[in-house]
């Protein structure tokens, strides 16, 4: 049964990086993870939704986001898969802070993803003055 749980988790990281590598911006899904007791012999596992209100690059990012699951984390990632850092939960379903790792020239978007496997793919700008 621990295979089964591991073989779940790896289809839906799978198709989460699917999703984040074909630039799709939507932030829900519904996930299945096998071993479970559902009437499809399944565990239906809710994702949570991202929404990202400020995502400024200088060098750094600046990111001002919020998600469904209060308890979640996100995590930021480059267009081209690279991990850049873990957006601060500031509580409450809100997170922000500098995503302090310099990643050189402006990506133009970055990738938002959350440990209850949500994503959104968001644009960078200049930071507002």
Same mark, same amino acid.
């Given at each position: 049964?621990?295979n089964?749980?591991?073989?779940?988790?790896?289809?839906?990281?799978?198709t989460?990086l699917?999703?984040?590598g074909l630039?799709?911006s939507?932030?829900r899904t519904?996930?299945?993870?096998?071993?479970?007791g559902g009437a499809?012999?399944?565990v239906t596992?809710?994702?949570?939704?991202?929404?990202v209100?400020?995502?400024? &690059?200088?060098g750094?990012?600046?990111?001002?986001a919020?998600?469904?699951?209060?308890?979640?984390?996100?995590?930021?990632?480059?267009?081209?898969?690279? &991990?850049?850092?873990e957006?601060q939960?500031?509580?409450?379903?809100? &997170?922000?802070g500098?995503?302090?790792?310099y990643?050189g020239?402006d990506?133009?978007?970055?990738i938002?993803t959350?440990s209850?496997l949500?994503?959104i793919?968001?644009?960078t700008?200049p930071?507002?003055?």
């Amino acid at each position: 049964m621990k295979n089964e749980i591991n073989l779940g988790a790896a289809a839906i990281l799978m198709t989460q990086l699917l999703v984040a590598g074909l630039g799709i911006s939507a932030s829900r899904t519904t996930a299945m993870a096998s071993g479970g007791g559902g009437a499809n012999g399944g565990v239906t596992a809710k994702v949570d939704s991202i929404k990202v209100s400020k995502c400024y &690059y200088s060098g750094n990012l600046l990111i001002k986001a919020s998600s469904s699951d209060p308890a979640a984390r996100l995590f930021v990632y480059l267009p081209s898969g690279e &991990y850049v850092g873990e957006v601060q939960n500031g509580g409450g379903s809100r &997170y922000g802070g500098t995503v302090t790792r310099y990643i050189g020239a402006d990506p133009g978007s970055v990738i938002v993803t959350s440990s209850s496997l949500g994503t959104i793919t968001v644009p960078t700008t200049p930071p507002q003055i």
